[in-house]
């Protein structure tokens, strides 16, 4: 029996047009729309790539926004004075700083100068610890996305056994935080990482395989539990030019009951959760200016939060 191929994208799509909707509602009732700004340092090729998918996915959902392109040596205070700018224009809602910066920088200092309330991609301290503790504000938006297409699939987490291959700050670690947390995933939650002296043995133990390692094609079917839930985090441009993920499509699909192709699984989700979490940081904008009114009004039009 072959899994079945869990399609992000079509979730993806789905997410988007709902967005979409309450966008349309926002910018009609409040008079402008949620806006998502973006900046990449540099021509990172594979960043080139995902700053253009946000761009078209951000457009189609009527969101407005600006990619600010800098020169690879931009300087740090030069790029610590644009998320500043950002920081204070009103009409910025959300602030995305493309990983990875050029190795001059200092990423974490930047991550940190983003104010918190902007921070749709969920990396500063203080959405991290919020987290940690159970009272998410931004999630990052690939683990946020993960937890989205379990649910839109009907697979459950609680009380089952999941094991998360990576502990990054990205993926890994507020993965796993979401899969154990009480009320969300209520999960049985293991993390392996590069001191973990055989990360097979333990993710077979997985009812729920989450695989963001950054290794190419390296976790097959030998790695699986069969009957288990398998998601590929991971993203690669192979030789030939096919992008590949972390795992080996064909043979962990052998033993899965479902599985995410890459690409088509998780990047299309993240992408969406970036939208959602824009959309979330324009309405929090709006109640902390005091527009109640406004609120009510896109609440009784069915713009609630999600
Ligand atoms: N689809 C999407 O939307 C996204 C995809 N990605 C992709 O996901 C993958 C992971 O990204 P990211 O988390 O940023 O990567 P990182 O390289 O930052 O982290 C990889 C993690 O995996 C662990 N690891 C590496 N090798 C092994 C191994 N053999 N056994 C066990 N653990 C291992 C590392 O351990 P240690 O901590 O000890 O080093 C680390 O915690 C990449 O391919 C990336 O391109 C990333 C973000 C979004
Ligand atoms: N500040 C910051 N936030 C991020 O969220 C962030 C980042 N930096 N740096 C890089 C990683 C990676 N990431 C992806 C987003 C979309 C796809 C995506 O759209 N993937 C498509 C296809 C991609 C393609 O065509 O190459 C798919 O899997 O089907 C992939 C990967 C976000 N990241
Ligand atoms: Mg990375």
């Known amino acids: 029996m072959m899994a079945r191929v869990i399609d992000g994208k079509t979730h993806a799509a789905r997410e988007r047009a709902e967005l979409a909707q309450k966008v349309a509602t926002f910018r009609r009732v409040v008079g402008y729309a949620p806006r998502l700004d973006v900046v990449l340092v540099g021509d990172h090729p594979a960043s080139a790539v995902y700053v253009r998918n946000k761009e078209k996915a ?4 009527g969101m407005e926004g600006r990619v600010h392109r800098l020169p690879a040596e931009t300087a740090q205070h030069e790029l610590a004075a644009l998320v500043a700018d950002l920081n204070h224009d009103p009409n910025v809602h959300g602030i995305l700083v493309q990983l990875p910066l050029p ?9 940190e100068a983003i104010d918190p309330r902007k921070d749709v991609d969920g990396f500063h301290p203080e959405n991290v ?13 690939t683990p946020l996305g993960v937890m989205r297409l379990l649910k839109a699939e009907g697979i459950a987490t609680t009380g089952r056994e999941a094991v ?22 209520d999960a049985t939650t293991t993390i392996c990482h590069t001191a973990t002296p055989d990360p097979r043995a333990v993710a077979r133990r997985a009812d729920l395989l989450i695989v963001a390692m950054g290794r190419a094609e390296t976790v097959d079917a030998d790695w699986i539990k069969p009957g288990a839930v398998v998601i590929d985090v ?18 962990a699909a052998r033993v899965a009951t479902a599985i995410t192709p890459v690409p ?19 309405r ?20 609630v939060s999600t």
Do not use: W
Not at 58 to 61: F, G, I, K
Not at 103 to 109: E, G, I, S, V
Not at 164 to 185: D, E, F, Q, Y
């Open 103 to 111: 190795a001059h920088l200092d990423a974490q200092a930047i991550l």
């Open 284 to 303: 929090a904008a709006l109640a902390h200016s005091g527009g109640v009114g406004l609120l009510a009004s896109l609440s009784e039009e069915g713009c």
């Open 164 to 185: 998360v291959l990576g502990r990054s700050a990205i993926v890994g670690l507020p993965m796993s935080l979401l899969l154990a947390a009480r009320g969300t995933g």
């Open 58 to 61: 951000r457009e189609q959902a």
């Open 264 to 282: 088509g699984g998780v990047g299309p989700m993240t992408i969406a959760m970036l939208l959602n979490n824009t959309y979330e940081a324009a």
């Open 234 to 251: 991971g993203i690669h441009k192979r030789d030939d030019g096919r992008l590949v993920g972390d795992v080996v499509f064909e043979s």
């Open 129 to 141: 610890g919020l987290l940690a503790l159970g009272r998410p504000r931004f999630v990052p938006c």
